[in-house]
């Protein structure tokens, strides 16, 4: 049948239309979610370099002016460290908290409402100095740690439920985006030329205000997670409404069918608590998966190469002044492969890139224990472990940095997937917190051979995701708990099957 080629220009023209309104959408989710989400976690890590010594002397100052005398170095010490580990620990606080705050009032607002720790924070930073008090500061740290741990868990979660399955791992994978840019944007900020100096540090801890409002701002104007609504809410209509902001005017009826295929798999069981994942026979394969790979992305290393990388810098012979903007470097190589990564982890899988990234950081970090074995005695050895180091940095970025964090989204249905997100957010800042305290003393126990643990670490968590995780690329929820099913049960008949819809509180606590 003969069709007018004006006609057909105008139907590709309205194609394209729908595809450009589907990706605006989505990818004004995605910034709003991050830039208050995993970039707040990201720059709140990274600004605290910066003002080291000015905070101690503030400490140090504040006590003279209330006592008369000068604080001890070690109570100095104390002091800083209190301000650095108060922000794990409240990140830990957030992540037991954002299971139950996504199911009571969802992804979107749980995210919103999030930002209340972040004004709070900012206006103590701000103020401290005025008031003569470095128990703002630490309650500052608490307070964005708390964020920090309610963001972490719930932006992967909403991104995931709310993204097409042929882009869900690329759409998730922008929470390491995000976490990469915050270190990255933490680190130029920091510079003493910026607010970095002596009398800018106020403003420079209070800055995680700035992407605070940016979400308040943009993030109330876009769709909650049609999972969300449809699972958990029963509401069609909204269900509806959210996945046609989000897809464009396309037919979204597939979408739709797919959606009450798993509300249907999900009738008659309740919100699962994090204890009780530990128990549920269904689950172990997920649970185990979590437990391993999410402890293996934190002891894996990455966090201590930039411990060490300022004194390799100066080896290698770059000016004092001048290793502020090589540590910049490392963070945009964690920056750069997290974007080559959400290119690529549709069509290469989440398997491939987990066990590239550790087999890499296993052969960089042999290289690098050598290399600081030999420094003191061959001269070119330093910048060997220069090089060393922005190697394992983007080894880290193409797999482990954003793979581990959508296990939880991918690997848990709907009942489950708050609780999964709690242990993950727990496991991830208690194994966060117990590296910075005992990193100093493995140290100076293992001297050059400090990367010998974290080197099997790397190993462990290769052979464990090519033997036992299963691959989740291009497959609908769906299908991967009946995946899961079978490897769970390899004897027994598959899991969830299509029932009749029923309107239920699925993940009601």
């Known amino acids: 049948m003969y069709r007018n080629p004006s006609c057909l220009f105008v139907e590709f023209g309205a194609g394209l ?95 919103l409402v999030n930002n209340v720790f972040v004004v709070a924070a900012a206006i103590l930073f701000g103020f401290s100095r005025r008031a003569g008090s470095f128990e703002m500061i630490m309650l500052g740290r608490l307070l964005v740690g708390v964020s920090a741990g309610v963001s972490m868990n719930v932006q992967p979660m909403y991104l995931g439920e709310s993204a097409p399955k042929e882009l869900r791992g690329a759409v998730a994978m922008t929470s390491a985006i995000f976490t990469a840019l915050g270190v990255v944007m933490g680190q130029v900020v920091g510079l003493r030329e910026l607010l970095g100096g002596p009398q800018a540090w106020p403003l420079l801890l209070a800055s995680c205000l700035v992407p605070g409002l940016l979400q308040l701002a943009s993030l109330p104007l876009l769709p909650e997670s049609p999972r969300y609504l449809l699972i958990d809410c029963g509401d069609t209509e909204a269900c509806l409404a959210a996945l046609q902001r989000l897809r464009g005017p396309a037919d979204v009826a597939g979408e739709l069918a797919e959606l009450e295929q798993e509300r249907a798999a999900c ?23 979590l437990v391993v790979l999410g402890s ?32 910049i470097g490392t963070g945009s190589c964690e920056l750069l492969t997290a974007f080559v990564s959400c290119v690529v982890i549709e069509r290469l899988g989440r398997r491939v890139l987990l066990m590239g990234g550790y087999c890499l950081m296993t052969c960089w970090g042999s290289v690098f224990t050598v290399a600081l074995y030999l420094q003191s005695s ?13 190697a394992f940095i983007l080894s880290f970025g193409i797999g482990p940095a954003g793979v581990t964090g959508i296990l939880a989204t991918e690997l848990f249905d709907q009942t489950a997937r708050p609780a999964a997100y709690m242990v993950s957010g727990a496991l991830m800042w208690t194994m966060l917190f117990l590296v910075g305290l005992g990193f100093p003393f493995i140290m100076e126990g293992l001297s050059h051979f400090i990367y010998v643990p974290f080197l099997g670490v ?33 004897r027994k008949s598959p899991g969830p099957t299509w029932r009749d819809p029923e309107v239920i509180l699925s993940t009601e606590l």
């Open 378 to 390: 061959i001269p070119w050895m330093p910048y060997l472990a220069m090089s060393c180091i922005f």
């Open 267 to 289: 009738r008659d069981r309740r919100a699962r608590r994090p204890w009780e994942l530990f128990r549920e026979r269904a689950l172990r394969r997920q649970v185990a998966s």
């Open 296 to 327: 293996a992305m934190e002891l894996c290393g990455n966090d201590t190469v930039y411990a060490y990388a300022s004194g390799v810098f100066r080896e290698a012979g770059i000016p004092e002044e001048k290793v502020q903007y090589a540590i």
């Open 458 to 490: 790397c190993v462990c968590g290769a052979i464990y995701t090519g033997f036992f995780l299963p691959e989740t690329k291009g497959k609908t929820f769906l299908e991967i708990s009946e995946e899961l099913h079978r490897l769970n049960f390899p």
């Open 17 to 111: 239309r729908r595809a450009c309104i589907q990706g605006k959408v989505l990818l004004l989710t995605i910034c709003a979610a991050g830039i208050g989400g995993t970039f707040q976690f990201g720059y709140n890590l990274s600004i605290i370099n910066a003002p080291t010594l000015h905070i101690q002397d503030f400490t140090n100052e504040t006590w003279w002016a209330r006592t008369g005398q000068p604080l001890p170095d070690h109570l100095v010490l104390l002091v800083w460290s209190l301000i650095v580990s108060l922000y794990p620990l409240g990140g830990l606080f957030g992540a037991l908290l954002a299971g139950p705050l996504a199911i009571k009032l969802g992804r979107k607002k749980s995210l």
